[in-house]
């Protein structure tokens, strides 16, 4: 089983180009999640990197996602309570084949959505919360 749910893209980083996260059950109690490459006239997606290995483990349910003008890619670890950064010219390969972000943004509960700001791409703005908590 696979789940997709969010696509990255920024005509200042690569036109036409959007970055893809799946996630797959491997045996219906842990996932892994890798992130993926789309254009347009691709007969198939091209395969970037994963799965995706943070502080907490492999098992990342990405929601919510944004790139930056020059590659950087956020995306919300949901399950994990917190904002996952990957720099798209250098993600470092760990043991096993797994790849760790460049840096990791939490505790945030349960972050829903991301976005950067335009005019200052080092300001994120980020939704997230449960229950009847939201946070922002």
């Not at 980083?13 to 842990?30: E, F, I, K, W």
């Not at 930056?68 to 390969?93: K, R, W």
């Not at 791409?121 to 946070?135: D, N, P, V």
């Amino acid at each position: 089983t696979h789940f997709v749910e969010s696509i990255a893209q920024n005509p200042r980083y690569a036109r036409g180009v959007g970055y893809v996260t799946v996630q797959r059950n491997l045996n219906g109690h842990s996932r892994e999640t890798y992130v993926y490459e789309i254009r347009p006239g691709m007969a198939e997606a091209k395969r970037l990197f994963g799965p995706i290995s943070t502080s907490h483990g492999t098992d990342v349910t990405i929601f919510g996602s944004a790139l930056s003008s020059t590659g950087m890619l956020y995306l919300c670890a949901y399950n994990q309570n917190m904002v996952i950064q990957f720099d798209l010219e250098n993600h470092p390969v760990v043991d096993g084949g797994t790849v760790r972000p460049n840096l990791e943004i939490g505790p945030i509960p349960s972050p829903n959505d991301v976005c950067i700001d335009p005019e200052d791409e080092s300001r994120l703005y980020i939704a997230g919360g449960k229950f009847r908590t939201l946070h922002c």
